[in-house]
């Protein structure tokens, strides 16, 4: 078999492991938290459906690209809760030398490709990459709205936090920002985050 090929593959099926980096929003019709890959695939799925309200045209194969990439560290680096300060001290260290150990499992040019897609989320700079953070943001908390605020009241999420973290989708999408907010002042009206 070609080795280059037999490289891919080898990728490939180190990449199963991200289903089994567990976050903490929890999936519907099951009692358990979303895996990073069930969380990625979800992204990319929202990628056609949302373009249209992207605050700048956007390349949607790209973006699902994106989208499908940004976690994939997360198998040696492990998910970082958004709402966890001490877990984010040092997340970037860890991330980019998980990014260093997975992506030198491939040959160039793949390695460059994947590992710029990673980069260019982290950064946060292109319209792309600011379209999928706001997919990235929006994605768990339509699930928490779903889940009647699991996660949030769980892990005492206070709303300031909340709306800290929506605020980066209007990098992407200002329409998707404003209904952002307005299901985080819903979550806040029904006590589903700790009071400030």
Not at 21 to 42: C, K, M
Request: charged content about 35%; some cysteine; proline content about 3%.
């Amino acid at each position: 078999m070609n080795e280059n090929l037999e490289k891919i593959f080898e990728f490939i099926v180190e990449l199963d492991k991200l289903k089994t980096v567990f976050r903490q929003t929890y999936i519907l019709g099951e009692d358990r938290p979303e895996n990073d890959a069930e969380h990625s695939w979800h992204m990319a799925m929202m990628v056609p459906l949302l373009s249209r309200y992207s605050n700048q045209k956007i390349d949607e194969g790209k973006t699902i690209k994106i989208c499908l990439a940004h976690d994939l560290v997360e198998i040696y680096a492990g998910d970082t809760y958004c709402y966890d300060p001490k877990a984010a001290a040092d997340k970037e260290e860890r991330e980019k030398a998980a990014a260093e150990k997975l992506f030198s499992k491939l040959d160039e040019p793949l390695k460059s490709e994947i590992y710029s897609l990673w980069t260019e989320f982290e950064e946060g700079k292109t319209p792309e990459a600011k379209f999928a953070a706001a997919l990235d943001r929006i994605q768990p908390l339509l699930l928490n709205m779903e889940r009647n605020g699991r996660s949030w009241i769980q892990n005492g999420v206070h709303f300031s936090q909340a709306e800290k973290r929506i605020s980066k989708i209007k990098d992407g999408s200002d329409v998707l920002f404003d209904v952002a907010y307005k299901k985080i002042e819903e979550a806040k009206n029904k006590g589903w985050f700790k009071t400030d």
